[in-house]
């Protein structure tokens, strides 16, 4: 429980203090159940998972974010703006990165049940896609509504349809 109350305090920071915010709603429900797959009773177990799924439906209603426990989301990621978002149960998203209205992070087909692996600091643009068994690196920025479905190396900028990485220029 500490340790759920620590990560959830964190999330707070990164909202600045706004418990108010949709995305912090999102990751709570997240964290929530992430966290109850470490109750050692199922009785309690199976408590915090109801718990956890009536709230995980109510915060996808209110707020288009559609974010399963299954994904892994690093410290001080933040869903800047609400409204369909969709990420897999699959994908893994590193620290510090940001993810804006509309975007897609999942599986490019059903047969490959892969979804993308997210480094640390990147910038998802509003509208973007990401799918399959990709990696997208460190300090990248995705451009808005752009399509990434490759690879994408560290410190790129991602944009088109499909996502074409350029190195960033200083």
């Known amino acids: 429980m500490k340790?759920?109350?620590?990560?959830?305090?964190?999330?707070?920071?990164?909202?600045?203090?706004?418990?108010?915010?949709?995305?912090?709603?999102?990751?709570?429900?997240?964290?929530?159940?992430?966290?109850?797959?470490?109750?050692?009773?199922?009785?309690?177990?199976?408590?915090?998972?109801?718990?956890?799924?009536?709230?995980?439906?109510?915060?996808?209603?209110?707020?288009?974010?559609?974010?399963?426990?299954?994904?892994?989301?690093?410290?001080?990621?933040?869903?800047?703006?609400?409204?369909?978002?969709i990420i897999s149960g699959y994908a893994k998203i590193g620290d510090e990165c940001v993810i804006r209205q509309g975007v897609t992070i999942g599986l490019k087909n059903e047969a490959e049940p892969c979804a993308p692996?997210?480094?640390?600091?990147?910038?998802?643009?509003?509208?973007?896609?990401?799918?399959g068994n990709i990696h997208i690196g460190d300090d990248v920025e995705i451009g808005a509504n752009a399509v990434v479905i490759q690879d994408i190396p560290e410190h790129c900028i991602a944009v088109g349809i499909p996502a074409k990485p350029k190195r960033k220029t200083s």
């Open 3 to 85: 340790h759920l109350i620590h990560t959830i305090s964190s999330d707070l920071q990164t909202y600045d203090g706004n418990f108010l915010a949709q995305g912090f709603w999102a990751l709570s429900v997240c964290r929530l159940g992430q966290w109850r797959y470490d109750i050692s009773i199922p009785l309690v177990r199976k408590f915090f998972s109801v718990c956890y799924k009536l709230s995980y439906k109510v915060v996808q209603v209110l707020t288009g974010i559609e974010l399963p426990a299954e994904a892994t989301v690093g410290k001080g990621t933040r869903i800047d703006h609400f409204g369909n978002i």
């Open 117 to 131: 692996v997210i480094g640390n600091r990147v910038n998802i643009g509003a509208g973007a896609k990401i799918l």
